[in-house]
């Protein structure tokens, strides 16, 4: 096993001025299963591609373990890949697929069969060792990809979205397959995914990027308690942290009735981040016209636009941005009512509109 080093790591692409990762300064602990997340084209599977050694470092450097492997070819850096497409050999079984590229580097038969079998037991795969990749479903088609990856033993398991083909009930059973392998096989792995669920449920540590630049590396309740700055905030939870930009006045940010208190530094006016469980209903307070009620069963969530027309989102280019409030399912409002919501004291966030950091 081995720890993985970023070290100001960039890459520009031909043609471009603006870095797809831009000086990238990131550590993955020796066992440690680290998500990579962020919206399209934020520069997290050109990171893997970099640590795989399929990307060239226009600067900087990338360790794995004790050793510079920069400018190591990809077959030598002791990695192993999962893509999300499976890149299986339609005419191998099963058995012959996973074994591969063992053949490949001359690993002697029985050896071969030894390791295959292990994985094989590992992943629930030894009924269909004598398959073809056809007579598979996806999700056991990307296990077969798994164990490819896990009779290397390599040092590093890097993951490139590889349950995005799979249908969404499979794609929650065979993410919990995957995190529980990883702790029990205990090798250092970078999984890339742009479902922040995902990368919540899976990942020991999640680091979030944003246009090739670094947001935040932490554990996924720090990210969910404690975000950085207000991208972060939005990207991280499910449904999404309500922001919206409220005026100070006489050191409180003013949502409509509500009032909230806001540090000296705040200037003439702040995004207020407030997650749909931290709102409480309240008899005087911020007041919501109620668009859509989702009920789930277990949860209901109220969708709606704020009462006072003059506060904004603070993502100016969310059109349609509704306040979501997490509401008792036993008793929601109707469509075209208005609530009233207090904001649990605990449960608000500040961010600075000039550049979005945290503020409290």
Same mark, same amino acid.
């Not at 600067?59 to 004790?66: N, P, R, S």
């Not at 404690?226 to 991280?236: C, K, Q, S």
């Given at each position: 096993m081995a720890s993985v080093v970023f070290k100001d790591a960039s890459r520009i692409y031909p043609g471009t001025t603006t870095p797809a990762v831009d000086k990238l300064n990131l550590t993955v602990n020796d066992g440690e299963f680290l998500v990579l997340v962020g919206p399209s084209g934020c520069g997290k599977s050109t990171s893997l591609r970099m640590l795989a050694g399929l990307e060239e470092i226009d600067?900087? @450097?990338? &360790?794995?373990? /004790?050793r510079d492997v920069t400018n190591v070819a990809p077959k030598d850096r002791d990695i192993a890949m999962v893509f999300q497409s499976y890149a299986l050999y339609p005419h191998m079984t099963v058995a012959e697929n996973m074994g591969f590229a063992l053949k490949i580097a001359g690993v002697a038969k029985e050896e071969r069969d030894r390791r295959v *079998?292990?994985?094989? +037991? #590992? *992943? /629930? *795969?030894? $009924?269909? *060792?004598?398959? +073809? $990749? +056809? %007579? #598979?479903s996806g999700g056991q088609r990307q296990r077969v990809a798994m164990g490819r990856a896990i009779v290397r033993e390599p040092?590093? &398991? #890097?993951m490139d979205e590889p349950l995005s083909n799979l249908d969404a009930k499979l794609r929650v059973a065979t993410r919990t397959q995957i995190a529980a392998l990883q702790r029990r096989l205990g090798i250092t792995t970078v999984y890339v995914t742009h479902d922040q669920v995902e990368a919540m449920t899976m990942g020991d540590r999640v680091a979030v990027l944003k246009d090739g630049l670094l947001q935040q590396v932490d554990t996924p309740r720090n990210l969910y308690d404690? $975000? @950085?700055? %207000? &991208?972060? @905030?939005? &990207?991280?939870g499910s449904p999404a942290m309500n922001l919206l930009i409220a005026p100070v006045s006489g050191g409180k940010a003013k949502l409509g009735g509500l009032e909230l208190d806001v540090p000296a530094s705040a200037g003439s006016s702040v995004i207020v981040g407030i997650r749909p469980e931290g709102f409480t $209903? %309240?008899? +005087?307070?911020? /007041?919501?016209?109620?668009e859509v009620v989702e009920e789930l069963g277990a949860d209901a969530f109220v969708y709606g636009k704020p009462a006072d027309s003059s506060l904004k989102f603070a993502n100016a280019s969310d059109e349609g941005a509704q306040v979501i409030v997490r509401w008792d399912p036993k008793n929601p409002p109707k469509s075209g009512q208005t609530v009233t919501v207090s904001a649990k004291g605990d449960a608000v966030h500040l961010f600075n509109v000039a550049d979005g950091k945290r503020l409290k």
């Open positions: 600067t900087g @450097a990338i &360790f794995i373990g /004790d *079998l292990e994985a094989a +037991k #590992l *992943l /629930d *795969l030894e $009924p269909y *060792l004598e398959r +073809k $990749p +056809k %007579a #598979l040092q590093v &398991f #890097l404690n $975000p @950085a700055n %207000a &991208f972060v @905030a939005g &990207f991280i $209903p %309240a008899s +005087k307070g911020f /007041d919501i016209q109620v």
